[in-house]
């Protein structure tokens, strides 16, 4: 079966550090996307991961392990502007078979 | 990154009137678009694959007579609602996966359809 686990929701202060989880386990893995969705908006793309390691994209950074089937997102310098949900989706076959999403963390940034 | 358009922004209609949204992309060949739903603080629900040429490939539980599904050229698909009801009323998204630039799936911003 297929399965992507994120937390629900997280909460972190303005000008801190956030890690946002993503666990899968799918029947095939060819890449994994994080995105960005605000209230009443349609997601935007932040990042493609589909080797080991850590992507750096100005304050947002990911993270994949294969083995582990584990990604992570990093957020920097958090901003009220970050308060959004974040979408983990695996993309199981190259092509034009459509991605896999987790239900996504929505993350509320305080002052 | 690619864009990807969707037409009306938001949509207000009566009771069993159709709907048409379209969906284009604007700066790369789509020969599959994907077309979702997704119902307030609910996450993003997949209602069928649209397939440039052939006919659409719909999810279980959704009804292909209901919601007609037109990929006419390599940059553009329709959703059509037809008979639309209130419970109907969502927030439709498209989305298409440029595969000349490194397979990522760009989403459209998106059509609000209100039913009356």
């Known amino acids: 079966g297929q399965n992507i686990d994120q937390p629900t929701e997280m909460t972190a202060t303005e000008g801190a550090i956030v890690q946002i989880n993503c666990t899968y386990q799918t029947s095939g893995f060819n890449g994994l996307f994080w995105y960005q969705q605000h209230a009443g908006e349609a997601p935007t793309f932040l990042s493609y991961n589909v080797l080991d390691g850590l992507e750096e994209k100005g304050r947002f950074s990911s993270f994949l392990s294969r083995s582990k089937g584990y990604s992570y997102l990093l957020l920097k310098e958090l901003q009220m502007k970050d308060s959004a949900s974040y979408l983990c989706a695996v993309m199981q076959n190259s092509g034009n078979t459509p991605l896999v999403f987790g239900k996504g963390t929505r993350l509320s940034v305080i002052a | 990154g690619a864009v990807v358009s969707q037409h009306p922004s938001r949509v207000i209609c009566k009771s069993g009137t159709s709907v048409k949204i379209e969906c284009r992309s604007l700066d790369f060949q789509a020969t599959t678009m994907f077309w979702y739903r997704q119902f307030p603080k609910q996450s993003l629900m997949l209602m069928a694959t649209?397939?440039?040429?052939?006919?659409?490939?719909?999810e279980q539980g959704v009804e292909k007579d209901k919601f007609l599904i037109n990929h006419a050229s390599l940059t553009l698909s329709t959703l059509t609602v037809t008979s639309a009801h209130p419970e109907d009323s969502s927030f439709y998204i498209c989305?298409?996966?440029?595969?000349?630039?490194?397979?990522?799936?760009?989403f459209g911003p998106g059509t609000r359809l209100t039913v009356l």
């Open positions: 989305s298409a996966r440029d595969l000349s630039g490194g397979d990522t799936q760009y």
């Open positions: 649209s397939n440039e040429g052939s006919k659409a490939t719909y």
